[in-house]
């Protein structure tokens, strides 16, 4: 059974920088493209970003390009979020999801999830 464990969230002031992780496990993590969401209260999910079978493809929502960076490390069964220069309006619930057969952004093409982790970006 896949899981996926998010950490590294918290709270920091607007300019400041956190990285998220999220670990994979019960399945082939380099098998899987890997996938950030966030959700505010009141909103969909929204596509972040993601990334490929072995890093080679990443995409990225626009409103986050040049702030933060997707990467992964499949010795480690472990896909990052970096985020740098955050915003008010990044404040959400990350989550890290993963797909078996196809790397989209599309929330419905990721079959497995995480349990969020909070991120609280202070004015």
């Known amino acids: 059974q896949v899981q996926l464990v998010e950490s590294g969230g918290g709270l920091v002031q607007a300019g400041g920088s956190l990285r998220l992780s999220c670990a994979l496990s019960?399945?082939?993590?380099?098998?899987?493209?890997m996938g950030w969401f966030r959700q505010s209260p009141g909103k969909e999910y929204e596509f972040v970003g993601s990334?490929?079978?072995?890093?080679?493809?990443?995409y990225y929502a626009d409103s986050v390009k040049g702030r933060f960076t997707v990467s992964r490390d499949d010795a480690k069964n472990t896909v990052y979020l970096q985020m740098n220069g955050l915003k008010p309006e990044d404040t959400a619930v990350y989550y890290c999801?993963?797909?078996?057969?196809?790397?989209?952004?599309?929330?419905?093409?990721?079959?497995?999830w995480g349990q969020g982790t909070q991120v609280t970006v202070s004015s």
């Open positions: 999801a993963a797909a078996i057969s196809k790397h989209t952004m599309r929330y419905a093409d990721y079959g497995y």
């Open positions: 019960g399945g082939t993590f380099s098998s899987f493209a």
């Open positions: 990334i490929g079978w072995n890093g080679f493809r990443i």
